[in-house]
Nanobody, 124 residues
Framework: QVQLVESGGGLVQTGGSLRLSCAAS????????MAWFRQGPGKEREFVAG????????SYADSVKGRFTISRDNPKNTVYLQMNTLKPEDTAVYYC?????????????????WGQGTQVTVSS
């Protein structure tokens, strides 16, 4: 089993930055691909960023490419999402997720563990 606990969300002005953290428990963290998803008001959950089991490969949604950076620290069982140059359209509940494989997918059905979500609000 894997448990994911997120932190770092909050309220920020347009152009500001936040760093989300997701602390994992469980013995299989380092063998899983990890991802961040988000769900804005009135929208479906969407892929934001993913990282392979070793951190050697990353993938980003076009909407965040160049602004967000995903990383992981396997000895600390933690995955991060550094969010820069935030925009109002980034406002959403952000979820970290642990995948069923070592590699990145954008399909939420490929992730079998999810964090509780953390709210990010970007003021206009």
């Amino acid at each position: 089993q894997v448990q994911l606990v997120e932190s770092g969300g909050g309220l920020v002005q347009t152009g500001g930055s936040l760093r989300l953290s997701c602390a994992a428990s469980g013995r299989t963290f380092s063998s899983r691909g990890m991802a961040w998803f988000r769900q804005g008001p009135g929208k479906e959950r969407e892929f934001v960023a993913g990282i392979s089991w070793s951190g050697g490969s990353t993938s980003y949604a076009d909407s965040v490419k160049g602004r967000f950076t995903i990383s992981r620290d396997n000895p600390k069982n933690t995955v991060y999402l550094q969010m820069n140059t935030l925009k109002p359209e980034d406002t959403a509940v952000y979820y970290c997720a642990a995948g069923t494989s070592r590699y990145i997918t954008r399909d939420p059905s490929e992730y079998d563990y999810w964090g509780q979500g953390t709210q990010v609000t970007v003021s206009s």
